[in-house]
Structure formats: C-alpha cells, structure tokens
C-alpha cells in the first residue's frame, strides 16, 4: 500500500492534471476529426442505439479477438470454429478463425474461406482505401501455402497474395495501416530474416520490412515475462503510431505500458507518461495494458487494462491521455471498473468499453477515482461495487464512458459474455461487440453484436423519458430516491403538443411532485439493487 504522502501527491497530480486539460478540451474532445484524415472515422452525432440487430450469424463456440469492417463486410478473427446463418440458409459453415459476413444481410460469406495451419488467427486490419486484407497470428500456412505469423489477403477468397511476404519468427498480434504500409506487433524477433524485436514496418504490398523503422522493444513484464504488443492505433491523420506493449522500452528508450511513433521519420517521439513506472510496484510489477484506441479528432487516446486484480490507476481501469505532450504526460481522466477492461472504440460522442466488469463510475463519482486504490470491488469480493453506493452504475461487460470525464454514460446494454468483450470497431453505420457470449442488450446475438444506428427509435409525438437517476444506478437500502423524468404528448383540439406530469404511485415509501412537462418521484429501495426506473410505477 503506497504511503499517504505518496498518494496523496498522486492524486493531486492528476486531479490537477485533469482539471487543466479538462478546462482546455472540454469542447474539443468532441470537435470534428482533422480535415486530412485518413483512417475512417465514425461521424458519430449521438450513442448507438442500446439494442443490438438479431440477424448477425451465430457462433457459439469460442472468443472473438478483432473485428475489421470493410464496406458493408465484416472479418471476424477468433478461436471459433463454426458459424451459422439466422436466415436463408441455416446450415453450419465449419471456418476456423477468420470468417466474413454481410452486416446488410446477415448473411456468411461462403465464397470467403481461408484456412490456417500451425495456429489461429489474433488481429485481422484492412488498408483505410478497402483494397488490402491483412491478417496476423500464430500460424504457418494459408490455404497451404507458407505465410509465417503475417499474411495479406484476397478480400474476395481469402486466398493468400502471393507477392506479399512477411515471415515473423514467432505470434504477430498486433496491426495498424495505412495505404502503403503495414505496422506490426508481436512477440517476435525476426521479420522476413531482419532483426525486429516485436514492432516492424512493412510494405503493404510486398511484405518488405521497412529498413528506417527500428523501433525494437525490450524488458518485457507482461504476464510470465512476455513482451509484446497488445494494440496498434494509427492517429487519423496517419502521423502518429501508438503502441500499446508490456515492455519496459522502445528503440531502447522507457516507455512503460505506451509510446507514441512518428510515422514521418520512424522515430519514438518524446511523449512519455510515467504512470506506469510510478504504479507497477503495487501489482506485482507485471504490466497488463490491453487495449487503446484513438480519438476521432487525434487529441486523446484511451489505454485499457485487465486481467491483474482491481488496483486503479493502472490495473481494470480506462486511462485517457491527451495525444500532445513531452515527457511526464498525465493523464486526462481514470475510469476505474473494478474488472477487466479489454476493449475500447472511441467515436465522437461515446467512449465504448468492453471486458469483464460488472460496475463503471457513475456521473457523480469522485475524482480521480471512487474507492480505496488497496481495496477490490470487484463482483465476488465483499459487497463489491455495491458497496461504493452512488458513486457507481451496474454496467455488464459493457458500457459507454463520457469523453470529458471518463464517467458513465446512459447507455446499458449488458452482455452474458464469460470471459469478456474483447473486440470492438465503431464505423459510420455503428458500433460492432466481439466477445464469449450469447447475448448482449438481451438479443441472442451469437459471439458478435451489431448496435445498428439506423435502428434507432425515431421520436414518438408521445413520450416519457427518465432523467434522473443513471440506469444502473447503485442505491442504499431503506433510503429514498428520487426519480425525475420529462413526459410529452400530443392533445388539444388544434392537434398541438403539450407537457404533462404523471404522477406514480410506488409500492414502497414514495412522495410525488410535478411541474410543466416533469415529474419527480421519491422511492424507498427494498433492497441494494441497481434502478432501472420504467415508466409508470416507477419504484417497482
């Protein structure tokens, strides 16, 4: 347990640290992507809608590891075996590893069916002009032919493309492209015979490595010793690589849990934060950064983390860093969850998060974080999340961050996933969830969920909406609430619309006010349970 003056000091630090950046990008961690963008962005004006489309295929073996969505097709890369169709033809397509579908139609991509021996299939990552297929894992052969750990694909067949050659020394796990050229990471040594220790560049169309990028890792503190990169993001504007690792350096400078290249010279940049040196003494020293993504503006990316017990700020928490900045980078806000969080897909208005967690900080939670750092709250230990009351929001395996301040957003889907949600891309049409489980939003979704924005309710001339609390929200028992929510309807003989109150009457202890077009509800729990307030009653 770090000293109170240690903790202290560190806490000052970000706090001041989040107050700062927060006071001079409030507007712009949602402003519009950079107008010489290259990487898709989501164009996002609004959450995705919480109920995902019931006609995606059914897997129902096995973990979904990446998603990468090219036009209206989507590759799926994971340890599943099988895949089965919800319409049309319903018969079981045996295709291990990777498999395409139609998330127009639902429909599998039979005429897509590539095959792997020696291993599977980690990271799958087309160029940002839809032409190139790039996939990266354990295997030896595609379709037979030999593609060591690194393979571009035909988009059609999923044929390997003969003039392309990367032959990594050990599992790739980790890309990032552009047009031209292909960023991999790994726990390998070698590419194609040339000494690269776990980062390379190559050419997108030959497999050549890239002679100017020797950016080699080192010390690497992942779990049993590993070194190798979890996530590679390229910034929209294809200037910068961020490298998510369990390294102590990069090209033989420390860059713990994070650095930042330069895809103009190949050169580390000078960013550096020194959260993880600072905090890898209280867990054990092991470094289980996980995923990150990049802002659709390039002014911050998100770092997540799991799977080494509940210990903020480094370990099952969501790190927001600004993008800009030199050495000892703090960061913009720490979202602890209690559990893993394995995947993160940040659009212009949400911060998406997936893993195995049960609970997110709530809107009104403290800063920098609600909890003892010393203490779990995970499900499982004690009373868990419930026993931090208001300060949290019951969030199953999924959930939306606010991008200002890394607090809960209402947004609540819920995944029975076992493992967790571990693979997430946010496009222009939605967002798209892979993980280990049936069912999310609670549709029978099949390892893959699609949060369809054109699915969304459109607005009725009769409504009531909740404002007040959070969906989720955690509650003590025994002490009233208040519930304040907004109801509009249709009336008067001239057709116009007006606002109206309901009143509720709960079953339990409840006083009920109302104004123009509000109504607010004080309810008595019966037990400590997370609200999720239905209209009318809403104290059931």
Known sequence: MPSATLRSTRLLAIVAAIAIVLATLAVG????????????VPGHTGLVPSTPRTNTPRISTGEIWDIEVVGQRVFIAGTFSSLQNTTGTTAVVNQRFLASYNWSTGLIDTAFRPTFGGGGVTAVEASPDGTKLYVAGSFNTVNGVTKRKIASLNLTTGAPVAGFT??????????????????????????????????????????????????????????NGMLTVQQLKLTHDDTKLLVVHTGRKIANQDRYGVGLISTQTNQLLPWRTRLWDDNLQF?????????????????????????????????????????????????LWVSRHFDSVYSVAITERAVYVGGHFNFEESPTAPDPWPGLDNVGYGTGQGLAGYGLGDAVVRRDHIGALNPVDGKALEWNP?????????????????????????????????RVAFYDLNTAPAATAVDTTIDTPIEGRVVQSGVQFTIQGRGTATGGRSGGSRSRSRTATPSSTSRTTSSAGAAATTCTPRWPRPTRPRPPGPCR
């Open 29 to 40: 961690l949602v402003a519009a992507p950079p107008a010489d963008a290259a990487q898709p």
């Open 283 to 331: 867990v054990g020293g092991i470094q289980r950064a996980y995923g990150g993504d990049i802002a659709p503006n390039d002014q911050y990316f998100v770092v997540t983390s799991g799977s080494g017990g509940d210990r903020p700020p480094i370990n099952d928490t969501a790190v927001a860093f600004p993008v800009a900045g030199s050495d000892n980078v703090q960061p």
């Open 166 to 223: 990367a032959n990594a020394s050990a599992q790739a796990t980790a890309l990032a492209a552009t047009n031209s050229t292909l960023y991999v990471g790994g726990n390998f040594q070698t590419v194609n015979g040339t000494a690269r220790v776990g980062l390379a560049a190559v050419n997108g169309t030959t497999g050549a490595v890239v002679a100017g990028f020797v950016n080699n890792m080192s010390g690497g503190i992942g779990v």
């Open 414 to 446: 819920g995944s029975n996933s076992f493992e967790g949600n571990k693979a997430m891309e946010a496009t222009a049409r939605g967002l798209f969830v892979g993980g280990d489980g049936m069912y999310q939003g609670g549709k029978n979704t099949g």
